[in-house]
Antibody
Framework: QVQLVQSGAEVKMPGASVKLSCKAS????????LQWVRQAPGQGLEWMGI????????SYSQKFQGRVTMTTDTSTSTVYMDLSSLRSEDTAVYYC????????????WGQGTLVTVSS | EIVLTQSPGTLSFSPGERATLSCRAS???????LAWYQQKPGQAPRLLIY???NRATGIPDRFSGSGSGTDFTLTISRLEPEDFAVYYC?????????FGQGTKVEIK
């Protein structure tokens, strides 16, 4: 069965960086795009960016341009999301999601990773 | 950026009732790119509807989606206890995908 298994919770100081991982299984990794969506405590969903599974192209929300980098490792079917210059407003649950195409809905979601930014 | 407005923020129903949720876009959205998700406390969202009216795999037929242009609707024909949750609409047809702020469906 399709699974997206994310790395564990992180606690970071303001100004630090965090790198999250999401390991895919149960399907052909190179056939689906991977995207990241976050959700601040008690808030709604916010799209961060998308990456081709081969890792050769990525597109980011303007809000995160310059702070986010998404990469993939096809040998381990894993996607990574690196977010730098963390601030308290980045405290959120981060989800990796799968989509068949660039503009299609997200049919599978990871379990989420809580990132807490606090001094 | 397309803004999606879901109102009201909370709706109260009794089990067995029919629920109609609204999602209004600040500009026209192609039906192909309008989706609905359900989220329960402590869980990741789950895809319900894609392409405005297509049920995702495994979604019961009491869930249906409709609409076009700037007005979209999610209908739950008869609420089951497990349907009380938060529902989000999303447009994924532009370079900046956006979500509505969500509608909570609670038990009356």
């Amino acid at each position: 069965q399709v699974q997206l298994v994310q790395s564990g919770a992180e606690v970071k100081m303001p100004g630090a960086s965090v790198k999250l991982s999401c390991k895919a299984s149960g399907y052909r990794f190179t056939s689906y795009y991977l995207q990241w969506v976050r959700q601040a405590p008690g808030q709604g969903l916010e799209w961060m960016g998308i990456i081709h599974p081969n890792g050769d192209s990525a597109s980011y929300s303007q809000k995160f341009q310059g702070r986010v980098t998404m990469t993939t490792d096809t040998s381990t079917s894993t996607v990574y999301m690196d977010l730098s210059s963390l601030r308290s407003e980045d405290t959120a649950v981060y989800y990796c999601v799968r989509s068949y195409d660039i503009l299609t809905a997200y049919d599978y979601w990871g379990q989420g990773t809580l990132v807490t930014v606090s001094s | 950026e397309i803004v999606l407005t879901q109102s009201p923020g909370t709706l109260s129903f009794s089990p067995g009732e029919r629920a109609t949720l609204s999602c209004r876009a600040s500009q026209s959205v192609s039906s192909s790119y309008l989706a609905w998700y359900q989220q329960k406390p402590g869980q990741a969202p789950r895809l319900l509807i894609y392409g405005a009216s297509n049920r995702a795999t495994g979604i019961p037929d009491r869930f249906s989606g409709s609409g076009s242009g700037t007005d979209f609707t999610l209908t739950i024909s008869r609420l089951e206890p497990e349907d009380f949750a938060v529902y989000y609409c999303q447009q994924c047809g532009t370079s900046s995908r956006t979500f509505g702020q969500g509608t909570k469906v609670e038990i009356k």
